[in-house]
């Protein structure tokens, strides 16, 4: 069952934030997710099966109301509380098993991430940090060599993005463990705190979802600002 509910999430928070936003940092991140989750063992195909065939079935039931979803990512900014607050709820009150399992860690840094893109496509409405689009490409004939140049600025801007990415996490993990075990008074190094339902999902839904925020607002504001784009 939770394996059904984690494989659900993925594909279901990929899809949706390709309708938002269909950026390459989505995609990425959103596959990124999703493969963490299949690698990690810890569920059956028949779950993944269960999960995809959920996926479908609910995105087929709610196509009719995509534009609407997409006019209110856009313009409304009970939109921007509610896809705060109603994944954090659900990941603190995921089925409780008899036995520690990772996959309530796995189920909040997938909900937490597509969480974040989904604000910081947000944002970018808000804020008019969307470019504006450009003239269709004329149609490809023949695939053109691969330029020296071309691939310099790709993996350049690939760097900058990863090594930011990494820095907001590494920093906002930090920070919101130090909040947690200072509010609850727990000694920094007893790696078992970080298992308490109450210290989890917190720090993991926080540090996720401004991985998400980071890399579809900060990283293409720092491209631009370096001249990457």
Not at 34 to 61: K, P, Y
Not at 173 to 190: D, E, G, H, I, P
Request: net charge positive; with cysteine; charged share 10%.
């Amino acid at each position: 069952m939770q394996g059904i509910i984690t494989t659900f999430l993925s594909l279901f928070l990929f899809c949706f934030c390709l309708l938002l936003g269909n950026e390459p940092g989505t995609f990425l991140l959103s596959c990124e997710s999703l493969l963490m989750e299949q690698g990690s063992g810890a569920r059956t195909g028949r779950d993944v099966l269960g999960g995809v065939l959920i996926t479908a079935l609910l995105i087929v039931l709610t196509y009719p109301a995509w534009t609407l979803i997409d006019c209110l990512d856009s313009a409304s900014p009970l939109f921007l509380v509610g896809i705060i607050i109603v994944p954090f709820i659900l990941c603190y009150n995921y089925p409780v098993s008899e036995y520690y399992s990772p996959t309530r860690a796995d189920t909040t840094t997938i909900m937490a991430a597509g969480t974040g893109m989904i604000v910081g496509l947000w944002i970018n409405h808000f804020f008019q940090l969307v470019s504006k689009p450009t003239e269709p490409l004329p149609v490809i004939q023949n695939i053109p060599p691969l330029i020296t140049n071309k691939l310099v600025l790709s993996l350049t801007k690939f760097t900058v993005g990863i090594v930011l990415i990494l820095l907001v996490r590494q920093l906002v993990q930090n920070l919101s463990l130090q909040v947690l075990f200072s509010w609850f008074k727990v000694v920094t190094r007893n790696k078992e705190a970080r298992r308490r339902l109450e210290i989890e999902v917190p720090y993991k839904f926080v540090t996720y979802t401004s991985v998400g925020i980071c890399a579809t607002t900060f990283v293409p504001m720092l491209h631009k600002s370096l001249g990457l784009l």
